[in-house]
């Protein structure tokens, strides 16, 4: 069983710069691939970007592709989203998730197996 916990979100103008974190318990962190994705009301929960297991891979959604960098900490059992340039259309709850088959790349929220309790982000114009 793995907790994450987010942190890290907030009101920021447009332009703007936030860092996300997740924390992750639990000894098996290195050996999950992690995940950031966003949710607004009555829309489903979009992929933002993913970082395998061992940190040497990354992939992002297009919508925020050269803006958003994901990164891991696997002493500190942590995740990061960096988000720079952000924009209204940034605003959402952003949420970590953990893959137990890191083994293969997926956007698809199903194919995640645990979950943050999410963190705002509200990006002003």
């Known amino acids: 069983q793995v907790q994450l916990v987010e942190s890290g979100g907030g009101l920021v103008q447009a332009g703007g710069s936030l860092r996300l974190s997740c924390a992750a318990s639990?000894?098996?962190?290195?050996?999950?691939?992690m995940a950031w994705f966003r949710q607004t009301p009555g829309k489903e929960r979009d992929f933002v970007a993913r970082?395998?297991?061992?940190?040497?891979?990354?992939y992002y959604a297009e919508t925020v592709k050269g803006r958003f960098t994901i990164s891991r900490d696997n002493a500190k059992n942590t995740v990061y989203l960096q988000m720079n340039s952000l924009k209204p259309e940034d605003t959402a709850i952003y949420y970590c998730?953990?893959?137990?088959?890191?083994?293969?790349?997926?956007?698809?929220?199903?194919?995640?197996?645990?979950w943050g309790q999410g963190t705002q982000v509200t990006v002003s114009s």
């Open positions: 998730a953990a893959q137990r088959s890191a083994y293969y790349y997926t956007t698809r929220s199903d194919d995640y197996d645990y």
């Open positions: 639990g000894r098996t962190f290195s050996s999950y691939a």
């Open positions: 970082i395998s297991a061992s940190g040497s891979m990354t």
